[in-house]
């Protein structure tokens, strides 16, 4: 019985896709992101000239907004940009918070409504393709993926937004992508020290 789950294991481990990427050190965070390696990091600097780019005043002005709400809630945020996609990934350090599958359902009524506030201004349709929570002895993951669209938008784009508590560190994360991407390989590999 034993041989049989030891086989079991090892043919669960080799169907695995190989994911393949690098670290990134969040060092004040005690956090190590593992992203492909087309990531980059981005300076608030930096991010801020890449959103002013966009032809779309609305969205500009609401991401300078939020970006000024986070500055006078003095939250730290890191940014990074897959190079080749475009897609923005936004990394949110908070105080440890060990969470449960009911204060998940509570975040998730709390992404919609701020969902609900973006559609209002912006005309955005945010529809919900998956919400999940997941729990271990040393951690908690809520996961939770959108399609936005709208008539304005040349197709559809995708918002996935993680909340992670492992090893007395909390964290949040959002990737914005033209695509649907399966980010959870890459969520395993990170590093929480």
């Known amino acids: 019985m034993e041989a049989v789950k030891e086989s079991k294991k090892v043919l669960k481990e080799n169907k695995k ?18 992203l492909p390696k087309e990531f980059k990091k981005l300076s608030k600097t930096d991010y801020l000239e890449l959103v002013e780019k966009s032809n779309d005043s609305l969205a500009v ?14 939250s730290k945020v890191y940014f990074f940009q897959h190079t080749t996609s475009n897609s923005i990934l936004t990394v ?19 992404i919609k409504l701020h969902h609900d506030l973006i ?4 005309g955005l349709l945010f529809t919900k ?10 951690a908690q993951i809520f996961k939770s993926i959108y399609t936005i669209n709208s008539k304005d938008l040349v197709g559809d784009f995708f918002k996935q937004i993680y909340f992670v508590s492992f090893n007395n560190k909390s964290f949040a994360l959002t990737l914005e992508t033209p ?3 399966d980010f959870d390989p890459y969520l395993e590999k990170i590093r929480v020290l």
Not at 119 to 122: L, S, Y
Not at 129 to 138: G, N, P, S, V
């Open 17 to 34: 896709p190989i994911v393949e990427g690098k670290f990134f050190p969040l060092e004040t965070e005690g956090i190590k992101m593992y």
């Open 61 to 74: 002005n609401l991401e300078k907004e939020r970006l000024r709400d986070l500055a006078r809630s003095q």
């Open 92 to 110: 949110f350090p908070t105080e440890y918070i060990k969470f449960s599958k009911s204060d998940a359902q509570m975040l998730l009524n709390d």
């Open 119 to 122: 559609t209002e201004k912006t």
């Open 129 to 138: 393709k998956e919400a999940r929570f997941f729990e271990t002895k040393d």
């Open 179 to 181: 695509f649907l991407v």
